[in-house]
């Protein structure tokens, strides 16, 4: 069935990082910035520069806010495009949906039969994403939009599988932010839940603080992202980066 044509190449939105047509977990502890790391990635794809030392592939890109308001977004674009040297203007690619004052949020809620089904907000979220054609979409944060139970293997895999369709359905790549549990945490592993968030995804990106030798002072500014998970490319891909003023920097 292959013998007579070449296989496609693969595609990334981040090299080594996001692979294209997939859904890619970033998670994090909350305040740590890794809403802050995905709004730079919008902001490097619609602007087509740069993003924490990698380029991105330039489209556009929609960005699904169910914790920060629209108010705040709006400061923090500003600070990163004064920071980043980047025109508001060429912004025009970078779409941005408030969901903070909506009381449903779910994309997944249950039925009423022990499983879950897929709710109107999702068939609303996959209308617009069938009108705005966009390369990535941030999802922030899972526990927002996901209303099942989060150590249920079936129901993870059914909310994962349905984003896995609408990345191939619409030639996209999903970012879903999430926080780590306790032990994660303390691991490393930067999970919580079911083990089936991890396995379902392609690729799974974890952003922590700098671990700090015995006796040191801790650097409060500086992170490090690394690759938990990646079905694709290299495991173990670690990036420095400081917070400064508002923006990450490598």
Partial sequence: VFADRQARPREWVVKDLIPDRNVTDLSGDGGLGKSLVALQLTMAMASGTDWLGYMPEPGTTLYISCEDEIDEIHRRVEIIAKRRDIALENLADMHIVDLTNTTDTEFAAPDGKHRIALTPIYESFAATVGVLHPKLVVLDTRADVFGGDEISRQQVRFFIRALRRLCFEHDLAILLLSHPSVSGMASGSGQSGSTAWGNSVRSRLYLERARTKEGSEPD????????????????????????????FRP
């Fill in 220 to 247: 409060a500014d500086l992170r490090i992202l690394s690759t938990k998970k990646s079905n694709y490319g290299p495991s173990d891909t670690t990036i420095a980066l400081r917070w400064d003023a508002g923006v």
